[in-house]
């Protein structure tokens, strides 16, 4: 079977070596492969598919524009309105959203204390999953930091419709002052000025959903504080994503491993 994960810019995604290293743990002979796919072209590649596929793990800029391609969405997909995750079954299309749980996990893997309240810098497809992860973990407010408010709206709706009727409020990024026990960007490093990561200074654990470069200057600034990294949610989101694909249990400290060698 072929699985890949597709996006654009996708010649730095770890994902290949998470899910071969998983393969290879479980004695599987599946491939997974990285391939360029602009914003505009999941249709046309999903349709360009043969029997031997099996699954796809989605990056920027296509989990939004996963879900009317879809013949199945998940619980978490609608809710997060992204899918970072298909699965071809039957000549059908499932998406599902392993972003949310997986950023559940790796907080909780890092950090076993209250979440009231988060700041999120970026508002983007990642922003939502991320910020209902941490409503799941019982925020009641979530803060978003963006470049852009006007552009915000979608993932401010997303949010809202977690079940705990959380409080959403939008600021930007150059004025904006992070609250709650959680800090997370969302956003790229080289947007991470000195003057904002100056303004990030306060919160007690910080994290960090890039993994290239790192350490970002986010993370690089978070030394005495908890530190949730990107590698982290992509080991938990790409161990759901196997078992989703395969029916397996994940090796996950295989897949950690692969990741690690990989980044350094």
């Known amino acids: 079977m072929r699985c890949a994960v597709l996006g654009d810019p996708i010649a730095h995604s770890l994902s290949p070596a998470l899910h071969r290293a998983g393969y290879a743990a479980v004695g599987l002979d599946w491939t997974y492969e990285a391939v360029r796919v602009p914003a505009g072209g999941l249709g046309e590649h999903l349709a360009g598919l043969d029997d031997s596929w099996r699954g796809l793990s989605l990056t920027m800029p296509l989990k939004r524009e996963a879900l009317p391609l879809a013949d199945v969405v998940s619980a978490r997909a609608t809710l997060a309105g992204a899918a970072n995750t298909l699965v071809l079954v039957d000549g059908e299309v499932h998406a599902d959203n392993t972003d949310l749980p997986g950023a559940a996990a790796a907080v909780r893997e890092r950090y076993d204390g209250p979440v009231t309240a988060a700041t999120v810098l970026g508002a983007g497809a990642t922003a939502a999953s991320v910020g209902l992860a941490l409503c799941d973990l019982g925020a009641r407010e979530v803060h978003l930091l963006a470049r852009d408010p006007a552009r915000a709206a979608e993932t401010v709706t997303a949010i809202r419709r977690h079940p705990g009727a959380p409080a959403v409020d939008v600021d930007t990024l150059v004025d904006g002052r992070p609250t709650g026990e959680l800090l997370v960007s969302t956003i790229p490093a080289a947007a991470q000025t000195e ?5 990030c200074g306060e919160a007690p654990v910080v994290f960090e959903v890039v993994y290239d470069p790192w350490p970002t200057p986010l993370a690089a600034s978070a030394a005495g504080r908890v530190l949730v990294s990107g590698l982290d949610l992509l080991v938990h989101q790409a161990a759901l994503q196997f ?3 395969t029916g397996l ?10 990741g690690e060698r990989a980044l350094a």
Do not use: G
């Open 195 to 199: 003057e904002l990561v100056a303004r």
């Open 243 to 245: 078992e989703i694909f």
């Open 249 to 258: 249990p994940a090796p996950l400290a295989q897949m950690r491993a692969a």
